[in-house]
């Protein structure tokens, strides 16, 4: 018979959880696949873009990146974006947005209409905004202003994606400093929310919780949004961080898939399903169907014709894992 170690005591009668007692009720879940997933992959037919789009709706995600009005010389995967939109079943629960690097983008997707939110973006790092659009950081502010003025002028709110706002495998780590100035500055043009994004996978637990306060106190009104990578395996630790410091909207991709192409090392996304599989069991809610995003992942990895990231929907009896309702007794 073996002997209990040590460290390990006794067995209490109840069983006694030890939480923060800050944790949100719920967490909203803006899903990229369609765009951030997809940009590095070859590229699919308008029509299973589409599809998969439809697909994450009816697994009642409340926001959705549907598509990106780039250049298609720059970003193949993302071409006829257009034609995309025109075959994507809308549904009026759900709030698509469409990301645009500049004026011409901004109006393009303004007349093909429809979309809830323009998200504009540029990097924090000198180095990853230059590799990725060909421009200082402060040449894509004004592009960002002129964004902001195209969408506004339609009543449509602009928000900024701040890439490698944790660090970039061009310029190393990025100050906080660095970080919260870029984001003054998208906000004093307009920009109603900042989606912070971890593009090479370099962030940890410590630097979230240092860089979102202090964000929060320099700009309270502006909304917040963090976009993690699981490059180093370190995705849901980083959301856990970021939702004991008060954030409460993150980007996902089904499956994990994406990354951006201009960032060497750049690897998946944290997976939609993963991180909403997680927030269940932990008791918060998301309005999301789990259950529906492990078949769309299953779907969308016979689709690209390559393994996904993901590990949720490959689990034994995946239905049992994480607060499902299906758990058995």
């Known amino acids: 018979m073996s002997e209990r170690h040590p460290a390990v005591e006794e067995p209490l009668g109840e069983r006694t959880t030890h939480a923060p007692a800050t944790l949100p009720d719920r967490v909203t879940i803006r ?16 029509d299973q873009r589409a599809g998969l789009i439809d697909m994450l709706g009816g697994a009642n995600l409340p926001k959705i990146e549907a598509v990106s009005f780039v250049s298609p010389k720059a970003v193949p995967a993302m071409a ?19 990301l645009v ?31 990725n659009v060909g421009k200082s950081i402060d040449e894509s502010i004004e592009d960002v202003a002129e964004v902001v003025e195209a969408a506004s002028q339609a009543g449509v709110p ?3 994606s701040i890439s490698s706002a944790f660090g970039d495998a061009y310029d190393g780590p990025v100050a906080p400093e660095q970080v919260l100035r870029v984001a003054g500055e ?12 971890d593009t090479t996978g370099m962030a940890t637990p410590k630097d979230v919780w240092e860089l979102v306060p202090q964000l929060r106190d320099r700009l309270p009104g ?24 008060g954030v409460t909207e993150f980007d996902t991709s089904i499956g994990g898939l994406g990354g951006s192409p201009f960032a060497p090392g750049a690897g998946g996304n944290v997976s939609t399903e993963d991180l909403v599989a997680m927030l269940h069991g932990m008791g918060i809610e998301t309005g999301v169907d789990v259950m ?17 990231p993901g ?8 239905e049992w894992g994480w607060g499902s309702p299906h758990q058995p007794n």
């Open 31 to 46: 899903e990229v696949g369609p765009r951030d997933g997809l940009q590095g992959e070859e590229p699919m037919p308008a």
């Open 158 to 160: 602009v928000e900024v």
């Open 311 to 318: 590990h949720a929907w490959r689990a034994e009896f995946p």
């Open 80 to 98: 006829d974006a257009v034609e995309v939109w025109k075959r994507v079943r809308k549904r009026e629960d759900v709030r698509y947005s469409a």
């Open 222 to 245: 502006l909304a917040i949004n963090l976009h993690f990578h699981d490059t180093r395996g370190a995705a849901l630790a980083n959301v856990l961080a970021a939702v004991e410091v």
């Open 186 to 197: 998208v906000a004093e043009r307009g920009a109603v929310g900042v989606s912070l994004g």
């Open 101 to 131: 690097p500049n004026r011409r983008g901004a109006e393009a997707a303004l007349e093909a209409g429809g979309f809830s939110s323009l998200q504009a973006f540029l990097a924090a790092s000198e180095g990853y905004n230059e590799k």
């Open 292 to 308: 529906a995003l492990f078949t769309t992942a299953r779907m969308l990895e016979q689709m690209i014709g390559h393994d996904l």
